[in-house]
């Protein structure tokens, strides 16, 4: 096969979608998609078009649910359950990822992926093609030839095995084409094509290599042996025969493309690398490697500035735009590079010495009544402080306002923003400073006019933003909350943390003794010392020398990932040492060995980066380090707390965390009384929900009960699904859809809300927090089920996940200036989740923990009482 000139890839777009989705956990991106199934299917892609070098590709999808079969047999695939939600929202982005790929896909009416696989594949036998088929069903193995091959997916989504016609005589001991007799005979219950009752695949092929068809089988009933066997096969005769034509897939579906259609000349990085960007794929992005193509930006007008030396200071008027740059990505100490400037008496370019030399210039940017307008204050606040000088009068910052307008558009740079409002003024970042490694300082010139053109880019964008701010009544959210957090989150920032190095120096210490000891019991155990960490090693170490049950198998070996571990635990004690062997190894490289390095070498602190503009729904996020990540359900994962400290050896640190301020919210915002109910008399709502949900008293309650209901309660604010309950659950999909209606049933108030938001959203386009904070959703009232049903699910979750970022955000703003008011030496540290954490001298903790409480229980008022639970102790571990 190799020698031939033209190589025809085709691949099976349902099943591998399918294998992908079932094979990785479920992965949302920051907008809150469900992209397991895009992920897994992209990584399949990308080794095929690797591996395999094609010349022409084609991915097939099947086109819906009836197909030309049905009328043959009419319940054929009747058993299959409905595709879960999760997964079907993901196949317009599959779609998405082959048209950036420049790879052609085809579906045809009443005919399945596997006809159009079949048909294609049957044109290209004769002379010079080679053709590989990408499948996870190995009903397509009947298409196997000399010329084509046929390569199943296994468990997982990359490790595969491919099929020529030597291996399917292998594997079953008959032609490829006689596969199409066996599952005539043994039927197939995932495509509910009935067979031959009784007849399993081993008499099936006994039966095949004996007669060669089911033709034939059926013609010589009288010799075969048994009269069982005998009898079933004389009294479904008709069903057998069926069975054989829904299994046999065409060779001449009437498709409307031929071979040459699917030529493939490769893609280009800069049509894939938006989607990847827009799904969160960062490995991906990293893996192709490069750098987006800069697309050549339009003409500009000219545009007057001048460039100063010395700062007079009739060219600081109030109001002014205000661009302090900055490259580093970490700017927390890092170098400014210019500054711009622009209002009614002209634009300006300073450069940083000239700037940071004029008393005139700082005292300007000290001053409280001038007013500034900036793009991404935060990072301009903290830059200007690494230099000693304060920056105050922000009075606006079009990155947030934006953001405010719409979470859904980028806020990468003034850019950006200015396109948004149809401004072409200025250039992207990217284009004037490159990306990632290859990002460097323009020229002098260069730079003075980037810089005099975002400058003037904000300062004629605030008026519009202002304006539409107003019209969306978001000016006090702006105004009042983000704006003025901006300012204590910079605070935070480099504040920063303390974290104590040789803590982590020592438990990294310590979890290499661990990994000595279980490397130690496990070569015990395998009789044999070997590389615990080589896949092939372990794996024939597992299935030859131990003999445990092979789970997957490919060609270079067996997998031994974590799925297939999970399904050995019990079956040797080796299996468990192993698996906790991999959770030490990655929690010390990822987390103990990644926080040492974002340690900073002259606070011997951590200052993450908070960012307020990324997700959709108004929740905080944070970089170098994400806080949010630190694995704290495994023991050693929570004892990483331990290394963050206060920075003075004699405070505390304090953390202040909501108790189920979701649920407090779906309460007030679903106006639901049982809800409403549980929480005003204190109840433990997991414990009512089951008292409600099971009908019995809470003295019946059990864990068991409660576990399901805490499971419910948590799933509504985030979009349940009976497929995603019944995996948090481990219980079917039809009892997990049950215990849904019966939930909502017993909580009429929270299934009125869920109606009640999609037909918000379908009628005004979006939906609000309580703090009118918006999320648009234009793909409500799309024809496409699958856009649908995710927008329908969002605007039954964004309200109640939005009202609880901005309670925890509006918290933060009242408790810094209660700080400051009540003239506390404590400080705010971080934000994580639904918990603040603070640093506190000894004297201060009681009435810390007094004003603590009444902030965050009292900054907005719900028809529940907000809770909060505080705690506190030497380090970050022992406040929790």
């Known amino acids: ?300 007008e000219e545009l007057r500035f001048q460039t100063v030396t010395s700062i007079e200071s009739d060219m600081l008027l109030n109001p002014s735009a205000l661009v302090v740059e900055t490259l580093a990505e970490d700017y927390h100490g890092a170098p400014i590079h210019g500054i711009g400037l622009s209002n009614e008496s002209g634009t300006y370019f300073i450069s940083a010495d000239d700037a940071e030399k004029s008393d005139v210039f700082k005292k300007w940017l000290e001053n409280e009544e001038e007013k500034k307008y900036l793009f991404d204050a935060k990072r301009a606040h903290v830059a200007l402080h690494g230099k000693g000088i304060a920056l105050n009068g922000i009075d606006f910052d079009i990155q947030l306002a934006s953001y405010l307008l719409n979470p859904a558009e980028s806020t990468d740079d003034v850019a950006s923003v200015a396109k948004q409002f149809g401004q072409q003024n200025v250039d992207a970042d990217e284009s004037i400073y490159g990306k990632g490694a290859k990002k460097k300082i323009a020229e002098k010139d260069i730079l003075a006019e980037h810089l005099s053109r975002k400058a003037n880019a904000i300062y004629h964008l605030k008026a519009m933003l202002s304006e539409k701010l107003e019209e969306n009544e978001q000016s006090h959210l702006f105004y009042q909350l983000e704006l003025p957090l901006s300012i204590v989150l910079s605070k935070m920032e480099e504040t920063g943390v303390r974290v104590k190095a040789e803590t982590l120096k020592k438990m990294g210490a310590e979890l290499e003794g661990q990994l000595s000891v279980l490397e130690k019991d496990i070569h015990e155990l395998a009789g044999v010392t070997f590389n615990i960490n080589s896949p092939k090693q372990l794996g024939e170490i597992l299935f030859e020398k131990l003999n445990l049950p092979a789970v997957k198998k490919t060609k270079t070996g067996y997998s031994t990932s974590v799925d297939v571990l999970e399904k050995l635990e019990g079956k040797h004690e080796i299996i468990s040492k192993i698996l906790t062997y991999r959770q030490l190894g990655k929690l010390r490289s990822t987390y103990i060995e990644g926080l040492l390095k974002v340690v900073h070498e002259d606070t011997g602190k951590i200052h993450t980066r908070f960012n307020q503009v990324l997700a959709q729904t108004g929740r905080l996020s944070s970089i170098d380090p994400n806080l949010q990540n630190i694995p704290i359900r495994l023991e050693a994962g929570r004892k990483i707390r331990h290394a963050f400290v206060a920075s003075n050896p004699d405070w505390k640190i304090l953390a202040a965390d909501y108790s189920q301020i979701e649920l407090r919210v779906l309460a007030h915002i679903s106006q639901d009384e049982n809800l409403i109910e549980a929480f005003q008399k204190e109840m433990d709502v997991h414990t009512k929900t089951a008292m409600d949900v099971f009908h019995v008293n809470e003295d019946e309650v059990t864990s068991e009960m409660r576990r399901h209901a805490k499971a419910v309660n948590f799933g509504i604010v985030y979009g349940i699904s009976d497929y995603g309950l019944s995996q948090s659950l481990g219980i079917t999909r039809k009892e997990a859809g049950e215990f849904i209606k019966t939930y909502l049933d017993s909580f009429p108030g929270v299934q009125n809300y869920m109606s009640d938001s999609v037909a918000e959203a379908k009628q005004k386009g979006y939906v609000s927090t309580l703090l009118h904070r918006r999320r648009y959703l234009p793909e409500i009232n799309s024809r496409n089920f699958n856009l649908r049903s995710f927008a329908e699910r969002t605007a039954m979750n964004t309200p109640i996940q939005g009202t609880a970022a901005d309670i925890i955000k509006k918290a933060m703003v009242d408790m810094d200036k209660r700080l400051a008011d009540e003239g506390f030496e404590a400080k705010m540290l971080l934000s994580v989740h639904d918990e603040l954490i603070f640093e506190v001298p000894e004297h201060e903790i009681e009435k810390l923990e007094r004003i603590v409480c009444d902030v965050m229980e009292n900054t907005v008022k719900l028809d529940v009482p907000l809770k909060v639970d505080v705690s506190w102790g030497n380090s970050w571990f022992e406040a929790k």
Not at 285 to 297: S, W
């Open 1 to 300: 096969m190799g020698d031939k000139t033209k190589k025809l890839v085709l691949i099976d777009g349902n099943s591998i979608a399918y294998r992908a989705f079932f094979a990785l956990p479920l992965l949302n991106n920051d907008k809150g998609v469900y992209t397991n199934a895009v992920y897994g299917f992209t990584q399949m892609l990308l080794k095929i078009l690797e591996d395999e070098k094609p010349t022409h590709i084609l991915v097939a999808f099947d086109a819906g649910k009836t197909t030309f079969r049905h009328k043959t047999f009419g319940e054929y695939k009747g058993g299959r359950q409905k595709t879960p939600p999760e997964l079907s929202e993901q196949f317009p982005f599959i779609r998405q990822l082959l048209d950036a790929f420049q790879i052609k896909r085809y579906e045809l009416e009443n005919y399945e992926a596997d006809d159009i696989i079949g048909t294609l594949a049957s044109q290209a036998v004769e002379g010079e093609w080679d053709v590989k088929v990408f499948t996870g069903d190995k009903d397509l193995l009947q298409l196997v030839t000399p010329d084509i091959q046929v390569v199943l997916t296994r468990k997982g989504i990359t490790e595969v095995e491919a099929y020529t016609v030597e291996q399917v005589n292998e594997r079953y001991g008959i032609t490829p084409l006689q596969i199409i007799d066996m599952k005539g005979l043994m039927g197939d219950p995932s495509d509910n094509i009935p067979g031959v009752p009784g007849v399993g695949e081993k008499t099936a092929i006994k039966l095949i290599k004996q007669y060669g068809s089911v033709e034939k089988v059926l013609d010589s009933i009288d010799e075969i042996s048994g009269a069982k066997l005998k009898e079933r096969l004389t009294e479904n005769k008709e069903q057998a025969l069926m069975s054989k034509e829904l299994a046999t897939i065409t060779t001449e579906a009437p498709i409307e493309l031929g071979i040459h259609d699917t030529t493939y000349e490769g893609y280009s990085t800069s049509s894939v690398f938006p989607l990847f960007k827009e799904l969160g794929f960062q490995s991906l992005l990293d893996r192709l490697g490069g750098d987006e193509e800069i697309l050549p930006e339009t003409e500009k």
